[in-house]
DNA sequence: TGCCTAAATGAATCACGTG
DNA sequence: TCACGTGATTCATTTAGGC
């Protein structure tokens, strides 16, 4: 059998350097494609500042027949270098995912799960225009839909989240800091990935010494994180100048001492639960009246969770506020609900669903 | 035009059903289609009891080609029912949405989100060969790319996230509890959606007595919750026994008076009164002075709501702008009156207009 | 050095009505 | 259909800078 290139990044085409190694000898294939992002015209803040948007020559393609046969060509030849026992993930958000979860599924690989990666710093919105897209999807699969031994470690991931089973949305943070590669002060890529999120992926899928590769290397995360973990990697990338610094980068990088490559669990911090939610789940009816504890103040509840008292409208902080004429107010300790006479803090029901979510 | 089966539940297959509604008469199409799942045997707990799964005849395919056939076919019929401000949501899991995902794209709709509900109490996966599956993915889109009058209440649902922007991952419950419907002890539907999701949906994306049609109406849970904010239902359901308990489960359910039902006004939509009616009817005079609210800038309002600053005239904003340098400004908030040398925007003054117009 | 405030920034398919 | 004017719009973090 041909000797894989491992610990190494190929410059190149993915789709026929891929094609020129030995078939069935890849553990795992890490993949963030270009998104095909479309993007019209410049965005602005609301402080006039320009959004520095992805606008690579890799991100543009001639038309959405031209995107599905790129994906189609490179998941082949990712599938024919997989192991039987091998998984593949794939990230994108809701630009190209669906086109490339209908193509991996007729290419015959077969989903284990889809994976939602929380950002826990998205961008906003700036336009107010949709929801703040706070989060990318990760499709996890198998090279065929008999290939039941795949590598999940099961018990790691569950130790991971304080004893109990890993489920499918992972809150992240983003990639920035001293994370973020900067070449002259400036992100050297537009779209680097955080570390921590390939750490959870190949604690999940892969065992000491797997071989993972990655057809879309760009800064090398993959790589990193590989080396990191004492795992191998094979890293393709078209690009000379992000070849160079993910080779530099992987170079800094250190393997963990075998019995260190376990990370403590992360702590939990406490859900934040809107007002709004109280609404939304019927613990508390539009309509019905809070009043403060003395009952010198009487608000009514409107269906988006916003109170109104005489002409003014706000949040449960800003009316209980408005209504003291202080600058701020804690409207869950402030308001209260009458239940049979006796009034009752609205945060009780703050407690309620807190325990009811269980910690998420 | 042909008169709509509004407040109604119609039996029989969806797509020729839509077929025979009028083009464009609807609002929002909400769909949880059969999802495809695929699973092979039955289904058992770690004590060996077997987990009641979706095996329902509804959600048997030949193929993954006769699934795309179903998908392609009532996503049809429902952009033809769409007005051309509407919008559609589609709900799913990893087994059945990328299909459809990529299915609506190729039909022109135009993704403006795709959406996480993530459950806050899934079912755990008992054979612990893959994560807990936590989530199921909403696509909200329009009808093509080039509808942007589309309904979406960016306030109301920051106002229902403690005035944080509403986020693509959305924490609900799943159905359970006295909301699941039971038919002699056992779930009446297999696949129940929680009203909470529904509420959150509609005050999303529709406006007071918008119509909503489900093609895929099952229990009933969006007709429930239409009628409980007071927008209108079509329901489409191919099943008699489903249709039956749905009416009767709508049937106990009760509208909120109008005055719960509002949620915080979209800004945009708010009366447009130009700055010459605050001249116009003598709220400032001409010859006021204006200042930004650092006093750096001063300008003289004239008698037709135009200002004056140096040798510059124009509208409140295209003066704003020129005096900071800048492309574009809301004058709305960027001028001030003296009013007994405090500054006050003179957004105030438009507020009262608007006040006395009473929203027309 | 340390503390407080201001500025910068991230995979973004980000107006709309009037004439 | 197009041109133009009005006017609506940001969260969590990190980094830089002032005192």
């Given at each position: 059998m041909q000797e894989l290139p491992v610990n190494r990044i190929i410059q190149g085409d993915c789709v026929s350097i891929m094609e020129g190694l030995p078939a069935g000898s890849v553990d795992m294939i890490f993949a963030d494609p270009p998104y095909n992002l479309q993007l019209r015209g410049e965005l602005k803040r609301p402080n006039e500042s320009v959004v520095d948007a992805v606008?690579?020559?890799?991100?543009?393609?001639?038309s959405m027949e031209a995107y599905d046969a790129f994906t189609r060509a490179w998941l082949t030849a990712a599938q024919r270098l997989l192991k039987d026992s091998g998984t593949l993930w794939v990230i994108g958000s809701y630009h190209n995912i669906y086109r490339i979860g209908a193509v991996l599924q007729d290419l015959g690989f077969w989903i284990l799960n889809d994976v939602v990666w929380r950002k826990a710093n998205p961008m906003p919105n700036f336009r107010g225009r949709r929801l703040t897209n706070a989060h990318e999807t990760l499709i996890w699969c198998a090279k065929?839909?008999?290939?039941?031994?795949y590598t999940f470690n099961y018990e790691a991931l569950k130790a991971l989240n304080d004893d109990l089973q890993m489920r499918s949305d992972w809150l992240l943070p983003i990639c920035s800091g001293g994370e973020r590669l900067k070449v002259n002060g400036r992100k050297a890529h537009s779209t680097q990935k955080p570390e921590s999120l390939l750490y959870r992926v190949m604690l999940t899928a892969t065992r000491d010494g797997d071989i993972v590769l990655d057809p879309?290397?760009?800064?090398?995360t993959t790589g990193a994180v590989a080396k990191r973990l004492g795992r191998r990697f094979i890293g393709v990338e078209r690009e000379d100048k992000f070849c160079r610094l993910a080779q530099a980068r992987i170079g800094r990088v250190r393997t963990l001492p075998p019995e260190d490559r376990v990370i403590t669990p992360p702590k939990r911090q406490q859900t934040r639960v809107p007002f709004g939610m109280i609404v939304e789940r019927g613990l508390i009816e539009p309509g019905t009246h809070l009043h403060d504890y003395q009952r010198r103040h009487t608000a009514r509840v409107r269906a988006d969770g916003s109170l109104v008292c005489a002409d003014a409208t706000g949040s449960i902080h800003k009316i209980g506020a408005h209504v003291q004429g202080a600058p701020s107010c804690n409207g869950w300790t402030y308001w209260h609900v009458d239940v049979e006479g006796r009034l009752a803090p609205i945060d009780i029901f703050r407690e309620q669903v807190r325990s009811e979510l269980g910690g998420l």
């Open positions: 606008d690579d020559d890799w991100d543009r393609f001639e065929a839909e008999d290939a039941k031994n879309f290397f760009g800064t090398g």
